[in-house]
């Protein structure tokens, strides 16, 4: 195996190579001596789909939260572009697991809400909505509401949302986690082919490895907890093929064995 053939953010425009985010050394201690996270460190590059994989309780949604600003660390630091997090902020959205939705608004309110938070006008922010709405293949159910989507869609008009607001960093807590395997890997290439044509910087958080691979740029691998990062590798899986021939691939799938050796350590007996 070699480290990158094909990434989306080889042929991005960028004005420098600083991540645009780096997490140092965090540390999370819970109540009664509970060390969740133990110097956790690593990298988000710029442009880039970095996922977070790992032992379930090791702190991945947790680490997520902090770099929202959603949660406090116990020491470390977080840095966006260079700046400390202590809130959260228009640099970074989140995309919820359990949707997040406001089940007394439309969906295009719904995508709209993050726009509304941050006091852009009426019409401005549904033009807006409406343009993310359209991207994720919602257009004919803008004035749905959630108990009338399914779970795909809903997570759509979450993803949508997160869209909308413009952030630098999008951070997703497993968001196809709640879909069956047929709509998960459509979701797959959606968020492939929405974030070539965004340019976003994503932080994503997955316990499946076969999806990491795929849609990856970089993964952190975490340890059981208290977590450390064990090893963080470039899959540089080349995704000039169809969705079928990427997966047969020697390629993708000699990185999904050398990413589930590098967890097998870390499983409960």
Same mark, same amino acid.
């Given at each position: 195996?070699?480290?990158?053939?094909?990434?989306?953010?080889?042929?991005?425009?960028?004005?420098?190579?600083?991540?645009?985010?780096? *997490?140092?050394?965090?540390?999370?201690?819970?109540?009664?001596? *509970?060390?969740?996270?133990?110097?956790?460190?690593?990298?988000?590059?710029?442009?880039?789909?970095?996922?977070? $994989?790992?032992?379930?309780?090791?702190?991945?949604?947790?680490?997520?939260?902090?770099?929202?600003?959603?949660?406090?660390?116990?020491?470390?630091?977080?840095?966006?572009?260079?700046?400390?997090?202590?809130?959260?902020?228009?640099?970074?959205?989140?995309?919820?697991?359990?949707?997040?939705?406001?089940?007394?608004?439309?969906?295009?309110?719904?995508?709209?809400?993050?726009?509304?938070?941050?006091?852009?006008?009426?019409?401005?922010?549904?033009?807006?909505?409406?343009?993310? *709405?359209?991207?994720?293949?919602?257009? =004919?159910?803008?004035?749905?509401?959630?108990?009338?989507?399914?779970?795909?869609?809903?997570?759509?008009?979450?993803?949508?949302?997160?869209?909308?607001?413009?952030?630098? $960093?999008?951070?997703?807590?497993?968001?196809?986690?709640?879909?069956?395997?047929?709509?998960? =890997?459509?979701?797959?290439?959606?968020?492939? =082919?929405?974030?070539?044509?965004?340019?976003?910087?994503?932080?994503?958080?997955?316990?499946?490895?076969?999806?990491? *691979?795929?849609?990856?740029?970089?993964?952190?691998?975490?340890?059981?907890?208290?977590?450390?990062?064990?090893?963080?590798?470039?899959?540089?899986?080349?995704?000039?093929?169809?969705?079928?021939? $990427?997966?047969?691939?020697?390629?993708?799938?000699?990185?999904?064995?050398? $990413?589930?050796?590098?967890?097998?350590?870390?499983?409960?007996?």
């Amino acid at each position: 195996m070699t480290d990158g053939t094909t990434s989306r953010a080889a042929t991005a425009d960028r004005t420098d190579n600083t991540p645009a985010a780096r *997490v140092v050394d965090l540390v999370k201690d819970f109540g009664g001596g *509970v060390r969740a996270m133990d110097g956790i460190t690593f990298d988000i590059p710029r442009g880039e789909l970095t996922s977070i $994989i790992g032992p379930s309780g090791c702190g991945k949604t947790t680490t997520l939260k902090i770099i929202a600003g959603l949660a406090e660390a116990t020491s470390g630091r977080v840095e966006v572009n260079g700046v400390p997090v202590t809130r959260p902020g228009p640099d970074r959205a989140f995309v919820f697991q359990d949707f997040a939705l406001m089940p007394w608004a439309t969906v295009l309110r719904n995508a709209a809400f993050g726009l509304e938070l941050r006091g852009v006008p009426r019409k401005e922010r549904e033009e807006i909505a409406k343009e993310y *709405v359209g991207k994720v293949g919602l257009a =004919r159910f803008e004035n749905s509401y959630p108990h009338q989507l399914s779970g795909g869609m809903r997570q759509r008009v979450g993803l949508a949302r997160a869209l909308a607001v413009d952030a630098d $960093i999008l951070l997703m807590d497993e968001p196809f986690a709640s879909v069956d395997e047929q709509i998960r =890997r459509r979701f797959q290439e959606d968020l492939l =082919r929405l974030l070539s044509d965004e340019k976003k910087t994503v932080l994503f958080v997955t316990h499946s490895i076969e999806e990491a *691979v795929y849609v990856s740029d970089q993964v952190v691998i975490l340890t059981r907890g208290p977590s450390r990062v064990s090893k963080v590798v470039r899959p540089g899986v080349d995704r000039s093929g169809g969705s079928d021939s $990427i997966r047969r691939s020697p390629e993708y799938l000699d990185w999904v064995e050398q $990413i589930w050796s590098e967890l097998q350590s870390y499983l409960e007996t």
